[in-house]
């Protein structure tokens, strides 16, 4: 038995997979739009348990991902999330209006508690990111929960296990989500046996399909310094014998100055051959004029490819290994109806002819579980646990042009940032602690004299577990003006701002 998550292109979708299968129940993702019929054909129509019809970057009130409503012709229980609970008021006879607000923690109030949904979930924090909500209930649909912001967050059908929610408990910031989803699995007469994911099993898993698509070729492994290459040249070394992984740093220009060193003393510690390549004059001559974001992404996804390619054609490389995970797919829309949110270098931005074939093992994992595979590995802490730093580097710290010099000045404005984070002791909750460095003038005074600042400083400092959803850091208040002094005396800007946005509905970077 099997539950069919309906994906109408939510970034969150691959959590409500997630969720449940570390509940051993088991899942199958589908696209919005497919055939009832079809898929039960597939799988059966009585193995199919239940229904989750996920949010989506789409809208019911315009141009909705086409449901089919034969779904709700079989009797099994159906649950709505975002998305699908708007699409499903409306299929019941309510109404769908676009809000003002959305984007928010908030606190559920619940007026009738039920199976879905218990007493004991009343004012527990749920996550709601759409500004469309259900204003109107048909006759055979009652609300069981509020928000302040959502007269309706939650209704269930008066006579079939049918239920919507406003909110999307899959998220880590609903702390009453996982209940809710276990409590719907268990409406569909699942049995529900908590089963963390396990990166032994996963280890186990991988190798032999690592094995048995490399057989006797050559892999080159890209490296960052960052915990997702870092984990998958380790599992790689563990699979393949050492003549087959080569590891290459390709230096952009535009990394942290930490990265070399730590990707070198990586591949010591596992004995992979390494080389650096220094293409950073190459990358600021692509780069230079290039002001839109997206452009800039692409720009340094392409140039890594062309360094890649060549570097894997003079190592004897037939294949390309990066530490690509699930948060690089899905923001860079690359399932059917999910919305491009930004391009990730390494997915977007690599042709889609290469003269090497790509692996990436890591691709359907989120960030928590790469750090949990790269202790198993037995990486130390300073892979295991180190921030996230972007791939395509401090190009997207830059707002306007890339230049060497603004590049230098945001990679010794985030360096301060992190220091003073890690003095105070808040390094173990900081998903990411950096600097943006903005176009943007303001006045100031230098002595008794005027002067123009031509630059300004945003801090950014969120806590997250997955990058899917962040909250800028309430802790790091008492960092800041640590922050801002040094930032004022070490770097030639007179401006600093500390970003209070969570995500979302910010991302966690500014570009």
């Not at 809710?180 to 190798?207: H, K, N």
């Not at 780069?287 to 060549?310: I, N, Q, Y």
Request: charged residues 20%; aromatic residues 6%; contains cysteine.
């Amino acid at each position: 038995m099997l539950l069919v998550v309906l994906d109408c292109g939510s970034q969150y979708t691959q959590l409500i997979r997630r969720a449940y299968e570390e509940l051993d129940v088991a899942v199958v993702v589908v696209d919005g739009d497919a055939p009832a019929q079809e898929v039960m054909g597939r799988h059966g129509q009585t193995a199919i348990a239940g229904v989750v019809i996920s949010g989506s970057a789409t809208s019911t009130t315009t141009d909705p991902v086409g449901i089919d409503e034969a779904w709700l012709d079989h009797g099994v229980p159906v649950l709505g999330v975002c998305f699908g609970h708007q699409w499903l008021a409306q299929r019941f006879g309510g109404a769908v209006r676009v809000a003002q607000q959305g984007f928010a923690g908030e606190r559920l109030q619940v007026m009738r508690a039920n199976r879905l949904i218990p007493a004991e979930a009343d004012g527990g924090t749920v996550w709601v990111s759409h500004r469309d909500t259900v204003t109107d209930l048909g006759p055979e649909l009652v609300a069981v929960a509020r928000t302040p912001e959502s007269p309706v967050a939650a209704f269930q059908h008066v006579a079939r296990p049918v239920y919507g929610l406003q909110f999307h408990p899959e998220v880590s910031h609903s702390s009453v989500g996982t209940g809710i989803l276990r409590a719907f699995a268990e409406i569909c007469g699942l049995t529900v046996r908590p089963t963390p994911w396990c990166a032994a099993q996963f280890v186990d898993a991988s190798i032999g399909r690592i094995r048995q698509v490399v057989r006797g070729d050559r892999v080159l492994v890209a490296l960052s310094g960052g915990v997702d290459s870092s984990a998958l040249c380790a599992l790689l070394a563990r699979a393949l014998s050492p003549n087959q992984v080569v590891a290459v740093y390709v230096d952009s220009g535009l990394m942290e100055d930490k990265s070399a060193p730590l990707t070198a003393a990586l591949c010591t510690m596992l004995e992979v051959p390494y080389l650096t390549w220094d293409a950073s004059a190459r990358f600021f001559t692509r780069l230079s004029g290039v002001v839109d974001p997206t452009e800039k992404c692409l720009v340094v996804g392409r140039t890594f490819a062309d360094e890649l390619a060549t570097v894997a054609d003079t190592s004897g490389c037939r294949f390309l290994a990066q530490g690509t995970i699930w948060s690089d797919v899905i923001e860079s829309g690359a399932t059917r109806f999910s919305s491009r949110i930004k391009p990730h270098h390494n997915v977007v931005g690599m042709p889609s002819q290469t003269p090497f074939e790509l692996l990436e093992p890591l691709r359907e994992l989120f960030k928590d579980q790469v750090r949990s595979l790269a202790r198993h590995l037995d990486l130390p802490r300073e892979y295991s646990e180190r921030r996230v730093f972007p791939g395509p580097g401090f190009a997207i710290r830059v707002q306007g042009p890339v230049t060497p010099d603004k590049v230098a000045i945001v990679r010794r404005a985030s360096l301060v940032v992190e220091q003073e984070v890690d003095r105070l002791g808040l390094g173990e909750s900081i998903w990411m602690a950096f600097a943006v460095l903005l176009q943007v003038s303001s006045l100031g005074v230098q002595g008794d004299l005027r002067r123009e600042n031509e630059w300004a400083i945003a801090v950014r400092i969120v806590e997250s577990t997955n990058s899917l959803t962040a909250r800028y850091s309430r802790q790091a208040y008492r960092a800041l003006e640590a922050i801002a002094g040094r930032l004022v005396r070490e770097t030639p800007v007179g401006r600093v701002v500390y970003d209070i946005t969570d995500k979302p509905p910010a991302t966690i970077e500014w570009e």
